[in-house]
């Protein structure tokens, strides 16, 4: 549905319609930032088990923008659903360091959740190029 039109906005002057909508625009990036960075975080530790500052290098060399105060609390979500698990060891640069691994169910949720970004990612893409299909065309 279209924010501009929404039920919410109705007799609403267009200039507050188009306010509201920008900001339900926002909260729907956020959410898909939010969602791509997780993805991101966990197929950075299916490869290999990895510590929060080298998520947050590995993120950013490969220009996936998040922010420390993102990371943690996201790693801490995921490690309470049991999708990762943790380790300590000791560092001789300060405190032991938390290094992160995908669970038996973390490994599952990941590989779901690559199955969804591919068909997303594929669907996004036809239309992108213009090739997609109208299912309302294809039976007439």
């Keep these: 549905s279209n924010p ?4 919410a906005c109705q007799g609403v002057p267009f200039p507050q319609r188009i306010n509201h909508a920008m900001k339900e625009n926002n909260e729907i990036k ?7 960075i997780e993805l991101c975080t966990l197929a950075i530790i299916a490869q290999n088990e990895a510590y ?6 590995i993120l950013h060399d490969n220009d996936i923008i998040a922010v420390e105060g993102s990371i943690y609390p996201l ?5 309470k659903a ?3 698990s ?5 560092s001789f640069q300060g405190p032991a360091r938390k290094y992160y691994s995908l669970t038996e169910e973390g490994r599952t949720y990941y ?3 690559c199955e969804i970004w591919g068909g997303l990612e594929s669907s996004v893409n036809r239309l992108i190029e213009g090739i997609a299909t109208d299912k309302t065309e294809e039976g007439k």
């Design 111 to 113: 590989t779901s959740l």
């Design 86 to 90: 943790s380790r300590l060891e000791e």
């Design 4 to 7: 501009v039109d929404c039920d």
């Design 82 to 84: 049991g999708i990762l």
């Design 30 to 36: 956020r959410a898909l930032q939010r969602s791509v």
């Design 52 to 57: 929060t500052n080298d998520i947050m290098r």
């Design 75 to 79: 790693l801490s979500s995921l490690k």
